[in-house]
């Protein structure tokens, strides 16, 4: 039972650190925390979900579309919301992706009833690995190898090449970056716009087999909240770790205390950290 437990924890976790991913990049680079994540995540779930509906195109194929669809979202965010207030005072920007995201979800209920749907008839639905007495669903392996895929294709792009460098300067010091003829305005475009896209995947992902309603990513966007403090502001490699470390907490704390306690234990667990290591575990 305690391999289950701890596979079913790896699992949540990459999925928990991909969605933290794309948040700590606009945090990371942008000092900005963007409420809006979450609902990326659900309408990511939502063109996931109608395009199966509505074409058959199965999640995993239509990855692609929503992707982009995500990208593009995450472009104008910037473009039309946050551009306009990202010299303001902090919390104008706070209230403006906060404000963004009571849009988006009001509009996902008002389009879409805030009734749940499900995709029951994926490729992955109803497929799974058993050895013994351990169950690995398809859906939920999809999903956190595609996470973990992904989260090391953002790190390898921020790392080794030449955009991501400019990603990097312009997080340590924008005004510096500026006078080194970096495009500041165009990789905070681009930051949001990965962002975007990153939860985009994760959402696509999730779409196979967890519910799709308006809410459907409040809980994942506070939780990659959590992550990303935990793991350090703008720190991919944290966002990884840090899912892992919150996946884990909650399966096996879930398990010996009861499903009530996981979420206690999650913020228990950040609590003691900060205390410690104020800029998270993997912060500078």
Not at 64 to 78: A, Q, W
Not at 95 to 100: E, I, K
Not at 115 to 132: E, H, W
């Amino acid at each position: 039972m305690i391999i289950q437990i701890i596979i079913s924890g790896i699992i949540m976790g990459l999925i928990y650190g991909l969605v933290a991913t794309g948040l700590t990049l606009t945090w990371g680079v942008l000092d900005i925390i963007n409420f809006t994540h979450g609902e990326y995540l659900m309408i990511s779930m939502y063109v996931s979900f109608w395009l199966y509906s509505l074409m058959n195109i199965d999640p995993l194929l239509s990855l692609p579309i929503v992707i982009i669809v995500m990208f593009i979202i995450g472009y104008l965010t910037y473009s039309i919301v946050v551009k306009n207030v990202i010299n303001a005072p902090a919390l104008s920007a706070l209230l403006a992706t906060f404000g963004l995201s009571l849009v988006f979800r009001n509009m996902a209920q008002f389009l879409w009833t805030p009734n749940a749907r499900f995709i029951t008839n994926s490729v992955l639905s109803g497929k799974k690995i058993s050895i013994g007495s351990i169950i690995i669903g398809y859906p939920q392996l999809a999903a956190a190898i595609g996470s973990l895929v992904v989260i090391y294709a953002i790190y390898y792009f921020i790392e080794k090449t030449k955009v991501g460098k400019s990603i990097q300067a312009t997080a340590l010091d924008k005004n510096t970056a500026k006078l080194m003829g970096i495009n500041t305005e165009r990789v905070f475009g681009l930051t949001f716009a990965i962002s975007g896209a990153a939860a985009g995947i994760a959402g696509g992902l999730l779409s196979t087999f967890y519910p799709v309603y308006p809410e459907s990513g409040i809980l994942y966007a506070l939780i990659g909240f959590v992550i990303v403090a935990l793991g350090g502001f703008g720190n991919i490699k944290g966002a990884l770790y840090g899912g892992l470390i919150i996946g884990l907490s909650e399966a096996i704390g879930g398990y010996y205390l009861g499903t009530q306690f996981k979420y206690a234990i999650i913020f228990l667990i950040y609590l003691i950290v900060i205390q410690i290591k104020p800029k998270g575990l993997f912060g500078w």
